[in-house]
């Protein structure tokens, strides 16, 4: 009995001591190709997504934001509730923010985008748009004629939205904010590309410029920014602001998404189709390959038969193989995703209107796709195998 549990295991070495190492080679090749394929594009997918996520994160809206009650224009008393927020547990920055009921006009083009007032400081905590300038420099605490704007406003060649933007202004450059009757010039101190268009059609003025142009808001915002501490529960911080009682109303960053929810949405669905059809590639890949291997072994099944070893034996011994084959194309193409595509696009991501996407494995999808890796090659093992051990003994050895 021991000695048949042996024996599936030692022809399955047998088989690959014995057999030409080029074509073991080129076998475990095409399975760790058809691995890595099959795990590519759902790290793709998720990194897009998560990109996508980081952008509205990183350079709208925080982790949390608040807004006005309804009926409400601003929150009032911006500073005590600031403050307050700082004292939640997970809270790890705010940012106040107040909508400038204003226009920019640049020579002879208006435009209505939003105008932010911010305190540089607060701001350069909670978002990334001091480190995206491509041009100019950031706001200072104490700028009262200065302003930064987004590509989508300056505009100029390859910007998407060029044609409702200021055609090509520049960092040094006068625009004139109209605000309550009143029309105060600013001096374009830096822009920002932070490539998600919504971001880049705003624009930053300091809290110390707006308390000169509308004296009245200097105490108000439209909203306020939070970003938490890393593995920190946005609900659970949620809950504790609600419970300070802070005037307004609480969200989370993802009922803020809109359109972005949409697209990542639209990327889920994409990624399953093609995740789908990378299984559909690697199940007949590995199909091909266990079958060939098996056919071309038909002449000494034909003789291991003839000698008593039993067909089920046989069976198990090339499901093995094929069990082996899978495992190390699995084991193969993991290192190479992990320590060579892996790294590569985190030095080069790939440049999509969006965001930079890395690659970014999902464990539990790692797992399912090896599941599927194992079960096809085994099942593309047992098939032809089974046909192969049902034939004559005499067809097996001399066809």
């Not at 890595?36 to 982790?63: C, E, V, W, Y």
């Not at 940012?95 to 006009?105: D, F, G, I, Y």
């Not at 020579?107 to 540089?120: D, E």
């Not at 822009?191 to 308390?211: C, G």
């Amino acid at each position: 009995m021991m000695r048949q549990l042996y024996l599936p295991f030692y022809l399955t070495f047998q088989y690959l001591r014995r057999g030409r190492k080029w074509t073991l080679l080129l076998t475990l090749f095409l399975m760790t190709i058809a691995f890595i394929n099959l795990i590519f594009i759902p790290s793709l997918f998720s990194g897009i997504i998560d990109g996508a996520n980081n952008q509205i994160i990183n350079t709208m809206t925080g982790n949390i934001y608040i807004t006005p009650q309804d009926g409400d224009d601003y929150i009032n008393d911006k500073d005590k509730i600031v403050d307050q927020l700082h004292t939640v547990s997970g809270v790890d920055a705010v940012s106040a923010r107040t909508l400038v009921p204003a226009r920019l006009k640049y020579k002879n083009i208006t435009g209505s985008w939003p105008i932010l007032a911010v305190s540089p400081n607060d701001e350069k905590k909670v978002s990334n748009i001091s480190t995206k300038m491509i041009s100019g420099s950031y706001l200072d605490e104490n700028d009262i004629n200065q302003i930064i704007i987004g590509t989508q406003i300056a505009g100029g060649k390859d910007i998407e939205e060029n044609a409702l933007s200021f055609k090509g202004a520049k960092v040094g450059e006068k625009v004139t904010l109209i605000a309550d009757g009143k029309s105060i010039e600013f001096t374009i101190k830096g822009i920002f590309d932070s490539k998600l268009v919504d971001s880049d059609k705003r624009a930053f003025i300091s809290e110390t410029a707006l308390k000169e142009i509308i004296p009245i808001a200097s105490d108000k915002s439209t909203t306020i920014n939070i970003t938490i501490d890393n593995n920190v529960n946005e609900n659970d911080v949620i809950k504790s602001i609600e419970s300070k009682g802070v005037n307004g109303k609480v969200y989370s960053w993802e009922e803020a998404a809109g359109l972005m929810t949409s697209v990542s949405n639209s990327f889920i669905t994409i990624n399953i189709l093609l995740s789908f059809t990378s299984v559909m590639i690697a199940a007949v890949t590995i199909v091909i390959i266990i079958y060939v291997t098996i056919i071309n072994k038909r002449k000494e099944i034909g003789i291991l038969r003839a000698i008593g070893i039993k067909p089920y034996i046989i069976v198990s011994s090339y499901v093995l193989l094929s069990a082996v084959y899978a495992c190390a194309g699995i084991i193969i193409g993991s290192i190479a995703f992990v320590s060579i595509l892996m790294p590569y696009f985190q030095s080069h991501p790939f440049v999509l209107p969006i965001c930079d996407a890395v690659l970014v494995l999902s464990w539990p999808e790692y797992i399912v796709r090896a599941d599927i890796i194992m079960v096809v090659s085994v099942i593309a093992g047992f098939i032809p195998a089974v046909v192969i051990t049902r034939a004559k003994i005499l067809d097996a050895i001399f066809k």
